[in-house]
């Protein structure tokens, strides 16, 4: 729920185990506890999409066994192994940080990765205000940080069983050609098209590409997003890398965006989720600021984590019986 900076310091106090989302300003301010936190000003409340500078998002984790951790671009590798065997871990990566991006390269790699449950999001800025930077926050140790993971593990109970869900409206576009890289990360300048070697950005250009929808790779039959971040002269940058040995597609169109996002949540509408988080291209493309939705409430996001890093995905954690 969104609350006043007052009200979290209160429930900090208590001793109430949180994920706390905010800007960098009210983060830094917030008092020692069990908690972890990470920068943006953009929320899905249950009075709909809020861009707030003055409130804080707080998902509270009473009972649960727990530990929190931070990690740098050299130990994030260790995060799976340091996981409860049951249970599940938020990270909160600093975006555009080292760790992001070793995270985002390597994390489907990391012993263990689909084994445990790791979710999370990549923190952020307003994009309309200059000179923020993207943080996240260990509230034990009051460390606050633009190059560090910080992890809060949890464990649930060994009656239950956590489940990992996204909501992703985007699939590959099948009357699209597909687009494959030679080289790897979060820019590129050429690809190939239908095997046929050009430039990217001339690609887009020449053929009108809307670059609201990202790419979507085929990973083993599971939809991949990956959001155009610019186009700079010979230059496509990314949300997300992309990845050698990938077919990409361009999404299929969605001809509106707000209706198809809230048309694939109807199914979720009693969903009970102990974490969710959105991303911040669905909350602006889908122009959600004010429209509400039934469930799934949580921070908006610069790239969001299912185990591997994602983009305009919402991401949601559920604990089943």
Same mark, same amino acid.
């Given at each position: 729920?969104?609350?006043?900076?007052?009200?979290?310091?209160? !429930?900090?106090?208590?001793?109430?185990?949180?994920?706390?989302?905010?800007?960098?300003?009210?983060?830094?301010?917030?008092?020692?506890?069990?908690?972890?936190?990470?920068?943006?000003?953009?929320?899905?409340?249950?009075?709909?999409?809020?861009?707030? *500078?003055?409130?804080?998002?707080?998902?509270?984790?009473?009972?649960?066994?727990?530990? @929190?951790?931070?990690?740098?671009?050299?130990?994030?590798?260790?995060?799976?192994?340091?996981?409860?065997?049951?249970?599940?871990?938020?990270?909160?990566?600093?975006?555009?940080?080292?760790?992001?991006?070793?995270?985002?390269?390597?994390?489907?790699?990391?012993?263990?990765?689909? !084994?445990? *449950? $790791?979710?999370?999001?990549?923190?952020?800025?307003?994009?309309?205000?200059?000179?923020?930077?993207?943080?996240?926050? *260990?509230?034990?140790?009051?460390?606050?940080?633009?190059?560090?993971? +910080?992890?809060?593990?949890?464990?649930?109970?060994?009656?239950?069983?956590?489940?990992?869900? @996204?909501?992703?409206?985007?699939?590959?576009?099948?009357?699209?050609?597909?687009?494959?890289?030679?080289?790897?990360?979060?820019?590129?300048?050429?690809?190939?098209? %239908?095997?046929?070697?050009? !430039?990217?950005?001339?690609? $887009?250009?020449?053929?009108?590409?809307?670059?609201?929808?990202? /790419?979507?790779?085929?990973?083993?039959?599971?939809?991949?997003?990956?959001?155009?971040?610019?186009?700079? %002269?010979?230059?496509?940058?990314?949300?997300?890398?992309?990845?050698?040995?990938?077919?990409?597609? !361009?999404?299929?169109?969605?001809?509106?965006?707000?209706?198809?996002?809230?048309?694939?949540?109807?199914?979720?509408?009693?969903?009970?989720?102990?974490?969710?988080? *959105?991303?911040?291209?669905?909350?602006?493309?889908?122009?959600?600021?004010?429209?509400?939705?039934?469930?799934?409430?949580?921070?908006?996001?610069?790239?969001?984590?299912?185990?591997?890093?994602?983009?305009?995905?919402? +991401?949601?954690?559920?604990? /089943?019986?």
């Amino acid at each position: 729920m969104l609350l006043k900076f007052d009200e979290v310091c209160d !429930i900090i106090h208590s001793g109430v185990l949180l994920h706390i989302a905010g800007t960098e300003a009210l983060l830094k301010k917030l008092p020692k506890g069990n908690w972890i936190g990470g920068s943006t000003d953009y929320f899905m409340t249950a009075d709909g999409g809020k861009i707030s *500078n003055d409130s804080l998002f707080v998902t509270s984790f009473p009972d649960m066994d727990f530990k @929190i951790a931070a990690y740098n671009s050299d130990t994030i590798k260790d995060v799976t192994a340091d996981a409860y065997d049951n249970g599940f871990s938020i990270i909160i990566i600093p975006f555009e940080s080292e760790v992001h991006k070793t995270y985002a390269h390597n994390a489907a790699g990391f012993e263990g990765m689909f !084994i445990k *449950n $790791i979710v999370g999001w990549i923190a952020g800025i307003n994009l309309g205000v200059p000179g923020q930077v993207p943080v996240a926050v *260990n509230g034990q140790t009051g460390v606050v940080s633009s190059d560090e993971a +910080v992890v809060l593990h949890l464990c649930v109970p060994d009656d239950k069983t956590v489940n990992i869900g @996204i909501v992703n409206i985007f699939k590959q576009d099948e009357n699209m050609p597909t687009i494959e890289f030679d080289e790897e990360g979060f820019s590129v300048c050429k690809c190939r098209v %239908n095997g046929e070697e050009t !430039i990217f950005s001339d690609y $887009i250009a020449q053929n009108s590409i809307d670059t609201r929808l990202p /790419l979507v790779g085929d990973y083993s039959g599971a939809g991949v997003n990956i959001s155009i971040k610019t186009v700079e %002269n010979d230059s496509v940058s990314f949300y997300a890398p992309v990845f050698k040995d990938i077919k990409y597609r !361009i999404a299929k169109p969605v001809s509106n965006y707000a209706k198809e996002f809230s048309e694939r949540l109807v199914p979720f509408k009693d969903t009970e989720s102990m974490f969710s988080c *959105n991303c911040v291209l669905n909350f602006l493309y889908g122009e959600l600021e004010g429209k509400g939705i039934d469930t799934f409430h949580g921070p908006i996001t610069f790239g969001e984590i299912a185990y591997q890093l994602v983009n305009q995905t919402l +991401v949601y954690v559920t604990i /089943l019986d």
